[in-house]
């Protein structure tokens, strides 16, 4: 038995019917299909690394204390492991569709909250994986490291992917007394342990100055805040999702890099503001002073604490200047914008607030969705850029051929913009809401767009495309 984190808590209580809150990924993989059975044996073969998918969510009685992970004693792989596949032909569209349906099925949070789907039927004799698991499991960053234990680096299939694997025994679970008491003892030992150790959290990293910069900072963030962000991308109203992908060459973008400056994520920030003020003049709601407020999550995520399944983010909230018609003139813009965010450490204070909540285990649980209600009005899309790996992953001997995220959409979000690094290309996984008015062929088209404008702003592109 282990008690969730005070983040990993906070994403367990946003899951709601509206909005639920599991992360995906939508492997496209080189064909045929390897047999069901083979993709069963290989997923229990590598059970035992990671032993949070044998275990499920328990609540403490009356919320005294954060909920607890304890073994499944009902665990079934089979459940776990889903199999669909794609009607004729196959093609983009079809394969939407499906992905559509499977991405916005709720987890089951009486289990381990997890599912594998093996998706066959794709076009050109290719087939899927769309692996879902809950956002109180793993971070965006975990959930990559994830990938390297379930998937495998060389095309050689390991010998026990042919074997029967037993699992563990499960052990007992924990009595409804024994979670109460340890709750209660946790909710008031809780504060005593976490709040000394607040002051060393937020000076980790940049000691005095980093709480001086903070403070000369925050009047610009609050300023910003105050920017006019039109209520023109309604929330998702249903628990329905439309998802689309798009990708762009990570070599292109890194020639761009150089001739304009920034990061790379200055200008795949560029690139979305710009598919983004395509979205919001196709609905006739672009204003000259439009911006959009973007989360921007921040890995806090220490070197050695890759592999650890778990969520450790803090956050940025940037103003995309929509409105802004001249490409470079927005990327400057967002450039000076993320650089002040960054050297003031406006998302220290995030870090810090959320492991301080973790230490009122009751008002944590009472307070999430009241929080996440007052967020609404902070920002409107999730952006999220996760590093993946450089080198090819194979899966019974088949090839990864792309990679790409779904982001959830909570918090009154309108739009999650999920972007994926893998074998030298950024793969975009784009989610709003099914039954909503946003057009998201014309937000990816503009990404597209967005990047094609900076390219050939810089002339490096050499007349490549990046769709």
Same mark, same amino acid.
């Given at each position: 038995?282990?008690?969730?984190?005070?983040?990993?808590?906070?994403?367990?209580?946003?899951?709601?019917?509206?909005?639920?809150?599991?992360?995906?990924?939508?492997?496209?993989?080189?064909?045929?299909?390897?047999?069901?059975?083979?993709? /069963?044996?290989?997923?229990?073969?590598?059970?035992?690394?990671?032993?949070?998918?044998?275990?499920?969510?328990?609540?403490?009685?009356?919320?005294?204390?954060?909920?607890?992970?304890?073994?499944?004693?009902?665990?079934?792989?089979?459940?776990?492991?889903?199999?669909?596949?794609?009607?004729?032909?196959?093609?983009?569209?079809?394969?939407?569709?499906?992905?559509?349906?499977?991405?916005?099925?709720? =987890?089951?949070?009486?289990?381990?909250?997890?599912?594998?789907?093996?998706?066959?039927?794709?076009?050109?004799?290719?087939?899927?994986?769309?692996?879902?698991?809950?956002?109180?499991?793993?971070?965006?960053?975990?959930?990559?490291?994830?990938?390297?234990?379930?998937?495998?680096?060389?095309?050689?299939?390991?010998?026990?992917?042919?074997?029967?694997?037993?699992?563990?025994?499960?052990?007992?679970?924990?009595?409804?007394?024994?979670?109460?008491?340890?709750?209660?003892?946790?909710?008031?030992?809780?504060?005593?342990?976490?709040?000394?150790?607040?002051?060393?959290?937020?000076?980790?990293?940049?000691?005095?100055?980093?709480? $001086?910069?903070?403070? %000369?900072?925050?009047?610009?963030?609050?300023?910003?805040?105050?920017?006019?962000?039109?209520?023109?991308?309604?929330?998702?109203?249903?628990?329905?999702?439309?998802?689309?992908?798009?990708?762009?060459?990570?070599?292109?973008?890194?020639?761009?890099?150089?001739?304009?400056?920034?990061?790379?994520?200055?200008?795949?920030?560029? !690139?979305?503001?710009?598919? =983004?003020?395509? $979205?919001?003049?196709?609905?006739?709601? $672009?204003?000259?002073?439009?911006?959009?407020?973007?989360?921007?999550?921040?890995?806090?995520?220490?070197?050695?604490?890759?592999? /650890?399944?778990?969520?450790?983010?803090?956050?940025?909230?940037?103003?995309?200047?929509?409105? #802004?018609?001249? !490409?470079?003139?927005?990327?400057?813009?967002?450039? #000076?914008?993320?650089?002040?965010?960054?050297? %003031?450490?406006?998302?220290?204070?995030?870090?810090?607030?959320?492991?301080? !909540?973790?230490?009122?285990?009751?008002?944590?649980?009472?307070?999430?969705?009241?929080?996440?209600?007052?967020?609404?009005?902070?920002?409107?899309?999730?952006?999220?850029?996760?590093?993946?790996?450089?080198?090819?992953?194979?899966?019974?001997?088949?090839?990864?051929?792309?990679?790409?995220?779904?982001?959830?959409?909570?918090?009154?979000?309108?739009?999650?913009?999920?972007?994926?690094?893998? %074998?030298?290309?950024?793969?975009?996984?784009?989610?709003?809401?099914?039954?909503?008015?946003?057009?998201?062929?014309?937000?990816?088209?503009?990404?597209? !767009?967005?990047?094609?404008?900076?390219?050939?702003?810089?002339? /490096?592109?050499?007349?490549?495309?990046?769709?």
């Amino acid at each position: 038995m282990e008690r969730m984190s005070a983040l990993d808590a906070e994403m367990f209580f946003a899951e709601q019917y509206r909005t639920p809150m599991h992360i995906a990924s939508v492997t496209v993989l080189e064909g045929p299909a390897p047999a069901y059975e083979d993709l /069963v044996a290989m997923v229990r073969a590598r059970m035992m690394l990671i032993p949070r998918y044998l275990q499920k969510v328990v609540k403490v009685p009356l919320n005294l204390g954060r909920p607890v992970w304890a073994d499944d004693p009902h665990f079934q792989l089979d459940y776990h492991l889903r199999h669909t596949a794609v009607p004729p032909p196959g093609g983009p569209e079809e394969f939407r569709q499906v992905a559509d349906r499977v991405l916005a099925l709720p =987890l089951d949070m009486g289990k381990p909250p997890w599912e594998l789907w093996c998706v066959e039927g794709l076009a050109d004799g290719h087939w899927a994986i769309i692996a879902k698991v809950h956002h109180c499991v793993v971070d965006g960053v975990a959930a990559s490291d994830l990938m390297t234990v379930l998937f495998d680096l060389s095309p050689e299939t390991p010998a026990e992917g042919a074997q029967v694997v037993p699992l563990r025994s499960p052990e007992p679970p924990p009595s409804a007394l024994r979670l109460a008491f340890d709750g209660l003892r946790d909710s008031i030992t809780g504060p005593l342990r976490q709040v000394p150790g607040i002051p060393a959290r937020i000076l980790r990293g940049g000691g005095v100055r980093a709480v $001086l910069g903070f403070s %000369t900072g925050l009047p610009r963030s609050v300023e910003r805040m105050a920017h006019h962000a039109p209520d023109s991308l309604p929330p998702a109203a249903g628990p329905h999702r439309s998802w689309v992908w798009t990708h762009a060459d990570l070599d292109e973008v890194r020639r761009i890099r150089q001739v304009l400056g920034g990061t790379v994520n200055d200008i795949v920030l560029a !690139a979305v503001t710009h598919g =983004l003020r395509e $979205l919001l003049a196709s609905q006739g709601r $672009l204003e000259a002073e439009t911006v959009l407020r973007s989360l921007v999550p921040v890995s806090v995520r220490g070197a050695d604490e890759h592999g /650890v399944l778990d969520n450790k983010v803090s956050g940025l909230i940037a103003s995309l200047p929509c409105g #802004e018609p001249d !490409a470079l003139e927005r990327l400057q813009l967002i450039r #000076e914008q993320m650089d002040d965010l960054k050297s %003031t450490h406006q998302a220290v204070s995030a870090d810090a607030l959320i492991k301080l !909540a973790g230490a009122a285990p009751t008002m944590l649980s009472l307070s999430t969705r009241a929080a996440l209600s007052a967020l609404r009005p902070l920002f409107q899309v999730v952006t999220t850029n996760v590093p993946g790996p450089p080198f090819p992953l194979y899966v019974l001997g088949h090839r990864v051929l792309e990679l790409y995220p779904y982001v959830p959409l909570a918090a009154g979000v309108a739009v999650s913009i999920g972007i994926f690094s893998y %074998t030298g290309r950024l793969y975009f996984g784009v989610t709003a809401d099914f039954d909503g008015p946003l057009d998201l062929e014309v937000l990816t088209k503009g990404i597209e !767009a967005g990047f094609a404008d900076l390219a050939a702003r810089t002339e /490096v592109s050499g007349g490549r495309g990046f769709s």
